[in-house]
């Protein structure tokens, strides 16, 4: 089983930045890839950003040029840096683990997730 702990979620204003980390313990000799979730009100579960460990990225449209997916594979730790916030990123954001980018949406491996605010 794998746990992830996530931080730094909050309240910020739009055009504002926030960095959210997530550390990964338990059976992660499994786990290559490790990326964001986010869910708004209403809407499905959507791919922010994943990394492999060998540094290979994916992105959302909607947050490329905006956002940094990255990842220090010693700590087992994945970072998003995200900047140039928009109220539409307004979302609880989860972490996720898993062999491959193509399985994560069906990974069992899930953080408690961090409420992401952004005021207009």
């Known amino acids: 089983q794998v746990q992830l702990v996530e931080s730094g979620g909050g309240l910020v204003q739009a055009g504002g930045s926030l960095r959210l980390s997530c550390a990964a313990s338990?059976?992660?000799?499994?786990?290559?890839?490790m990326g964001w979730y986010r869910q708004a009100p209403g809407k499905q579960r959507e791919l922010v950003a994943a990394?492999?460990?060998?540094?290979?990225?994916n992105y959302a449209d909607s947050v490329k040029g905006r956002f940094i997916i990255s990842r220090d594979n010693a700590k087992n730790t994945v970072y998003l840096q995200m900047n140039s916030l928009k109220p539409e990123d307004t979302a609880v954001y989860y972490c996720?683990?898993?062999?491959?980018?193509?399985?994560?949406?069906?990974?069992?491996?899930w953080g408690q997730g961090t409420q992401v605010t952004v005021s207009s």
């Open positions: 990394i492999t460990s060998g540094g290979s990225t």
């Open positions: 996720n683990a898993a062999p491959t980018i193509a399985t994560m949406r069906r990974s069992r491996n």
């Open positions: 338990g059976s992660i000799f499994s786990i290559n890839a």
